[in-house]
Nanobody, 124 residues
Framework: QVQLVESGGGLVQAGGSLRLSCTAS????????MGWFRQAPGKEREFVAA????????YYANSVKGRFTISRDNAKNAVYLQMNSLKPEDTAVYYC?????????????????WGQGTQVTVSS
């Protein structure tokens, strides 16, 4: 069983930055992807970014490309989401997830493990 724990959310003004962390523990798949999703009130959970653990390659949603960066720390089994130039429309609960995949799944149903989520609020 895999456990994921997110941290780092908070309240920030538009144009500001936040860094989210997700630490994984437990039994990992041999090939997996760590992804960040977000869910705003009344909306579906949407893909934000993903990182393939085997080679560190990354993939982003168009809405965050150039502003957000996903990265990892192998020693800590952690994945990070650096969010810069934040906008009010980035306000959501952010979740990290793990998928048993060699590609970059962008559908939430492709992810088998999820963290509890962390709130990000961007004020205008």
């Amino acid at each position: 069983q895999v456990q994921l724990v997110e941290s780092g959310g908070g309240l920030v003004q538009a144009g500001g930055s936040l860094r989210l962390s997700c630490t994984a523990s437990g039994r990992m798949f041999s090939n997996y992807v760590m992804g960040w999703f977000r869910q705003a009130p009344g909306k579906e959970r949407e893909f934000v970014a993903a990182l393939r653990w085997s080679d560190g390659s990354t993939y982003y949603a168009n809405s965050v490309k150039g502003r957000f960066t996903i990265s990892r720390d192998n020693a800590k089994n952690a994945v990070y989401l650096q969010m810069n130039s934040l906008k009010p429309e980035d306000t959501a609960v952010y979740y990290c997830g793990q998928a048993n995949s060699a590609s970059f799944p962008t559908l939430k149903n492709s992810y088998s493990h999820w963290g509890q989520g962390t709130q990000v609020t961007v004020s205008s």
